[in-house]
């Protein structure tokens, strides 16, 4: 465990800095690993309910992982999983990797990690590691840890949220009406994700993004009068 609380605070110290956000990138690439190994890391934002955006990626070829890279929010996929779910994953790499995760079967790996961390940051980041070392005692609450302090880091940088200016006056998608329709009907997130197949903390996010195309802070300020036009994305 003293490993696991060296690492927390020289991660601690860096983040007081104040590092741009591809410097952190590679800097927990060479620091971050309570092993003293190098890993892999990049941060990605979610641009909409069915994607991420790699912004920023440490200890990769460029050819493997740069960003601007898309990637799928999909259930058979680790980062998808810890967006969808809202939890922080954690995977060996063992043959029930692969059978959990299909889609990840085309896509070849120069050098194969032996655990990865998926980890949801806020609303709109999320961000994976990739190690070649096998888990240690401890390694769980070192990164419940690691969140909490990047969720503080995403706050200073001001990426809690997408901001009202980003978004408001655009469309929303029919996903999005009949959401908006259901949370002026009165229902929960919980109830309104049963209702339409989907879950909870997806539609907690497409919650967020309808606020910001209406140019709102939240439930309060809700009215029928609000509602935009729609599109099919």
């Known amino acids: 465990m003293l490993a696991h609380l060296n690492k927390l605070l020289l991660i601690t110290q860096y ?3 104040k590092p741009t956000l591809e410097n952190l990138a590679n800097f927990l690439s060479l620091h971050h690993c309570p092993s003293g190994e190098v890993s892999r890391v990049y941060f990605a934002k979610i641009t909409n309910p069915t994607s991420l955006i790699i912004e920023a990626a440490g200890g990769f070829k460029a050819t493997e992982c740069q960003p601007g890279k898309f990637i799928p929010i999909e259930a058979d996929r680790p980062s998808g999983r810890c967006v969808l779910e809202n939890k922080i994953i954690f995977e060996e790499n063992n043959p029930e990797y692969y059978l ?15 655990t990865q961390v998926s980890i949801p940051i806020n609303s709109h980041y999320m961000m994976q590691f990739g190690r070649y070392t096998k888990y240690q005692e401890g390694d769980h609450l070192f990164y ?11 706050t200073r940088l001001g990426k809690v ?8 006056g655009k ?6 009406s009949e ?3 259901r949370m002026q009907d009165g229902m929960t ?3 309104i994700a049963l209702a339409i197949g989907y879950s909870a903390s997806l539609v907690k996010k497409e919650s967020m993004l ?3 195309k209406l140019g709102i802070s939240g439930r309060k300020e809700l009215n029928p009068n609000k509602q935009s036009g729609t599109n099919t994305n």
């Not at 959990?100 to 032996?114: N, T, V």
């Not at 469309?171 to 999005?176: A, E, F, I, S, V």
């Open 189 to 191: 997130n919980e109830k």
């Open 15 to 17: 983040l007081a800095e």
């Open 171 to 176: 469309p929303l998608t029919d996903r999005q």
């Open 161 to 168: 949220s997408i901001g009202i200016g980003d978004l408001s």
């Open 179 to 181: 959401i908006l329709k």
């Open 100 to 114: 959990k995760y299909p889609s990840l079967k085309d896509e070849p790996i120069a050098h194969l990690w032996l």
């Open 210 to 212: 309808i606020f910001s």
């Open 144 to 154: 419940q840890n690691l969140q909490s302090l990047f969720q503080i880091y995403f």
